[in-house]
């Protein structure tokens, strides 16, 4: 599903110093798989997210997601890739207040093709994920975790192959974010890739992989048999 091989990622900080974020990094992740990349804040989760995502293509080296080289692809064709392949759930939800959960959910078909299957396959996901009797809801009217889960909603809406979390459970208490937790426990189980960066221990612990960030480098922590982390051919 992912394949990154020698990613370099650089910017220059505010006093003009260069800074390596991510230093010759590789990285391979199975159909199916659940993968946790921790390390402390600052230390390049969340730009390794958005390279993945294709949020993000100024860096050396080369990422494919599914087959596709992200770099390869112009801005129309990146943004459709995103919007049909990828779901991506940030720690801020990024809901729209004025909309109701369910026209949330519906805001990836707005930038892609509509049918009139639309709204059921809306509402079918706020069912999945518990919040079906919340559908008309404005976010102010729901809790964190009910806000988070319409944003898994929204992520789930394209039938993406790939879900890449960035602290999905930084803004949850301990009650409401094991809920959370356990619905990509679920998403997994039924055949989603899941990637997750986090410095939380207990979403690291629901992970088949865990990966840690050091000096700009993956460094396994945790795997299965059949787990390949790149720095190898």
């Known amino acids: 599903m992912i394949h990154a091989r020698d990613i370099t990622k650089e910017y220059v900080d505010g006093d ?3 800074v390596r974020v991510l230093d010759g990094m590789s990285l391979d992740v199975e159909a199916g798989d659940f993968v946790a990349v921790v390390g402390p804040s600052g230390s390049g989760k969340s730009t390794l997210l958005h390279l993945l995502g294709g949020l993000d293509i100024d860096y050396r080296g080369e990422v494919k997601v599914g087959g596709v080289t992200l770099r390869g692809l112009e801005d129309k064709a990146l943004a459709r890739f995103r919007n049909t392949h990828v779901g991506f ?18 805001l990836p078909s707005y ?11 809306a509402e079918a996901l706020l069912e999945r994920v518990g919040l079906g009797a919340k ?15 319409v944003a898994i909603a929204r992520a789930l809406y394209g039938g993406p192959r790939l879900l890449l979390c960035d602290e999905p459970t930084g803004n949850l ?18 055949g989603l ?19 840690r960030l050091k000096e700009g480098k993956l460094v396994e922590e945790r795997a299965s048999e059949r787990a390949v982390l790149g720095g190898a051919p």
């Open 89 to 106: 759930v940030f720690q801020s939800f990024h809901l729209i207040p004025n909309l109701s959960a369910l026209e949330n959910v519906l």
């Open 16 to 18: 003009g110093t260069q």
């Open 135 to 149: 559908k008309d809801r404005a976010p102010v009217r729901l809790s964190g975790g009910e806000r988070q889960r």
């Open 111 to 121: 930038f892609g093709p509509r049918d009139a299957q639309a709204v059921k396959r």
């Open 193 to 211: 890739t899941v990637l997750a960066v986090t410095h939380e221990e207990r979403m690291s612990a629901a992970a088949r992989r865990v990966l």
């Open 173 to 190: 208490d301990a009650a409401t974010g094991d809920g959370v937790i356990q619905l990509f426990r679920e998403l997994h189980r039924e």
